[in-house]
């Protein structure tokens, strides 16, 4: 018992034993709790209020509440040989102002009134009154005691000397035991869903915790005891059997006392299969199986027949449902559980179908207005309005005679859906209570079932946005075949700053990047997506793949200090057979030989993160042969928290070299073992992000490619189409002579116009389609010009424009190259 500031209590008081029983506590009382509604009506009257003000609760509830309890604040005679008040003036307003609505604040008081039926003529009642707020019609709740029952309690050992006792209020925090109201309330408010009397216990606590005042000093925490008045209630029928017994009468009945123990132990099953209900629901954030768990909670226990339906909105993953349902709203038959015989309802009502529900039915009244809508049973006519629905299936004989309580599924005040729940004809049907229980099974349903619509919905806005910041690379680039695989760390991190890309460069070059920014979640998404951008930019310059690096974290530092990034670089020659790779703090990548399946670890300088900044960075060059493989990935797929990199990096080589039908076959291998290896290891807990690019590199044929120099004469123009032509019709591609043959005539022409020494080079090369480039040593990119009809410049980028499938510009080492490509004709 927390007293206060107890150190200044009588030393009468503190002589009181803290081991004492509980019955000794002059803080735990019987509590009579009366609710009254906005229209000053009693709507709420329990046990304890039945006992201590002698009216039943048949003849209380729906009475004006100021005829029921004490209004008058007049203070105990002195005589009282239970104490007097004393000089104490706190009590305020007496409880008529809190009945009649007019304070907003909570008040306290000791009054007097007369008790019918109780064997004396007045009672000594102390009182707290809550002003309450919320969307029910609840607007006041009155705590009322004995005060008898403080200083006459049913143990002598509970017998304490006090000045004087008054009600009062005190913060809830300055009693530990102050939860011990909120937790045994809720039994007492029988009539109410759990939300609801969770709502007011809540403002109990917010407004002040109910406390008794024995003197300036002391203070006692009120603490509900049931117990106690059920021992007295005990007690008094012993001795009225025993009187009766003496007197050679028969034993007396208490039906009184039979209906609320039935109504007790009715309540406290209720709230039981609540508590049941809400530990089988919710167990992940899955929505079907949330959906699934929430059907079979109520099936056989609580109805026969549970019929689960959502909006369209929330089984697509969408957003929050806007705006009021209505008759056109598409509701979605999500389960069905039933006891009935296997494939009863399958046929009838099928899971996934979609419907609306018309205005006249009970679905969609629950649906608008939110609130449960109970048919104890349902009519032949009711039965014919709801199969008016099903189109050419009679229902009827489904539902007809049964009882049905339709109740919302609803979350932060909006229908997402509702439950239909029907019990056999033979069975009870649903009540009152029944409603109660069901809304409030709903309304936690409605909680679990919108927190797994909302991770549907974010874990879907996350896939979107990986997915839009992720390139859709081509399996097949120029001289490559290309594979990869991103998987995220986590379910609830689909969003991270690992990154794959591949760049088509000139001369039938292909740029690998891997990267990946340090960290998780949105911001390492967006500082992804940006280095991403920068990459393919510079790539598309045909920057050596150590200045694109040095370039890339220059502008990390200009984008600031708060992230780093690791990245690879390779740029593929599938005519010079070469790779150049530049490295930025990165894992190196493996190299599979196609010659002898051996795989190696590229040796590379390792250089910095990305936004360290002042490191160099230096390329290299490896030869490389057609059907040689290059993996490239991130950390996550070799490092995992408590086990050696090295591990990973061991297992990646030989799974690479693992012979596989399909480059995506060869991904998963990589995958597969890698999971293995560390499950294998105790680490089956990865975390970090994948990202997976494999490169096939077949290289181009010396037979593929054609290559010509030409003298800066435009005598050579017609020398360079003929040879063009030719070209072509030794390869079979004589339907694309005329049109390439027409291309390199102009581009030649202006490479002739605007070279200042070096030969004109033209090469053609066959591959996926046909790429034609025409380098010259001038370093001026040409631009496409809007030529009118009687320019005569800015015509020959024109007709490339025109013509070509893709054409472009880029810078060389001498000076530029423009390139158009044509699509091959089908064979």
Known sequence: MDRGTERDAPPSRGAHSAAADDTADPGRVPLAV?????????????????????????????????????????????????????????LGPGLDSSLDQGLGYPAAGRARLTVPGQGRERADVLWWAYPLVGPGRERLLVLAADATAVLRPESPASAVAVERIAPGFALHTDFPGAEELARRLPDILPSMSVGESARIVAQVLELGYPVLEFSQNDRVPVTPDWGVARRVERRERRERAARAAAAGLPLPDDPTDEGEDLEYAAVRERLEFLNEVSGRIGTSLDL??????????????????????????????????????????????????????????????????????????????????????????????????????????????????????????????????????????????????DRVTGAELAARAGLVLDNARMYTYQESVAETLQDSMLPHIPPRMAGCDIATRYLPGTLLGRVGGDWFDSVKLPGARTALVVGDVMGHGLNSAAMMGQLRTAVQTMAALDLPPARLLRNLDDLAQRLGDSYLATCLYAVYDPIAGELHLANAGHIPPVLVRASDGRTELLDL??????????????????????????VMCTDGLVEVRGED?????????????????????????????LAATFTEAGHGDRKDDVALLMARLNGVEDDDVAEWRFALDPAEVPRARAAVREQLHDWGLAKLAYSTELMVGELVTNAVRHSHRLPVAVRLVRGETLLCEVDDDDHDLPTLLSAGPEDEAGRGLRVVSTLAREWGTSRTGAGKSVWFELTLPRR
């Open 605 to 630: 300088p390792t250089g910095a993160p990305i936004g360290v900044g002042g490191v160099p960075f230096e390329s290299v060059t490896v030869r490389v042969e057609p059907g040689d493989r290059l």
């Open 34 to 90: 009366v609710v009254v509604d906005r229209d000053g009506l009693v709507s709420h009257w329990s046990t304890g209020a039945r006992r201590l003000f002698g009216v039943a609760k048949e003849e209380a509830i729906g009475e004006p509440a100021i005829d029921l309890l004490p209004v008058s604040g007049a203070l105990p005679e002195p005589e009282d040989s239970y104490g007097e008040y004393g000089a104490y003036d706190g």
């Open 288 to 433: 079907s199986r949330t959906i699934i768990e929430v059907s079979k909670a109520v099936v056989p226990r609580f109805t026969d027949v549970a019929g689960t339906y959502l909006r369209e909105q929330v089984v697509a993953g969408e957003g929050f449902p806007d705006g009021v349902p209505d008759t056109r709203t598409l509701w979605h038959r999500v389960a069905v559980e039933h006891t009935d015989e296997p494939g009863r309802w399958d046929d009838v009502v099928p899971v996934g179908e979609a419907m609306p529900f018309p205005a006249h039915t009970p679905f969609f009244q629950c649906m608008t207005t939110g609130q449960p809508v109970l048919v104890p049973r349902i009519s032949e006519q009711m039965g014919h309005a709801i199969a008016a629905q099903f189109e050419k299936r009679d229902i009827r004989p489904l539902i007809t005679g049964r009882s049905m309580l339709v109740v919302p599924l609803k979350a932060r005040n909006v229908v997402l859906g509702f439950m239909v729940l029907l019990r056999h004809p033979e069975r009870v049907e649903f009540n009152d209570m």
């Open 645 to 673: 990199i090295g591990v990973g990096l061991a297992a990646l080589c030989e799974s690479a070299a693992h012979p596989a039908a399909s480059m995506d076959d060869a991904c998963d291998t990589i995958i597969r073992a």
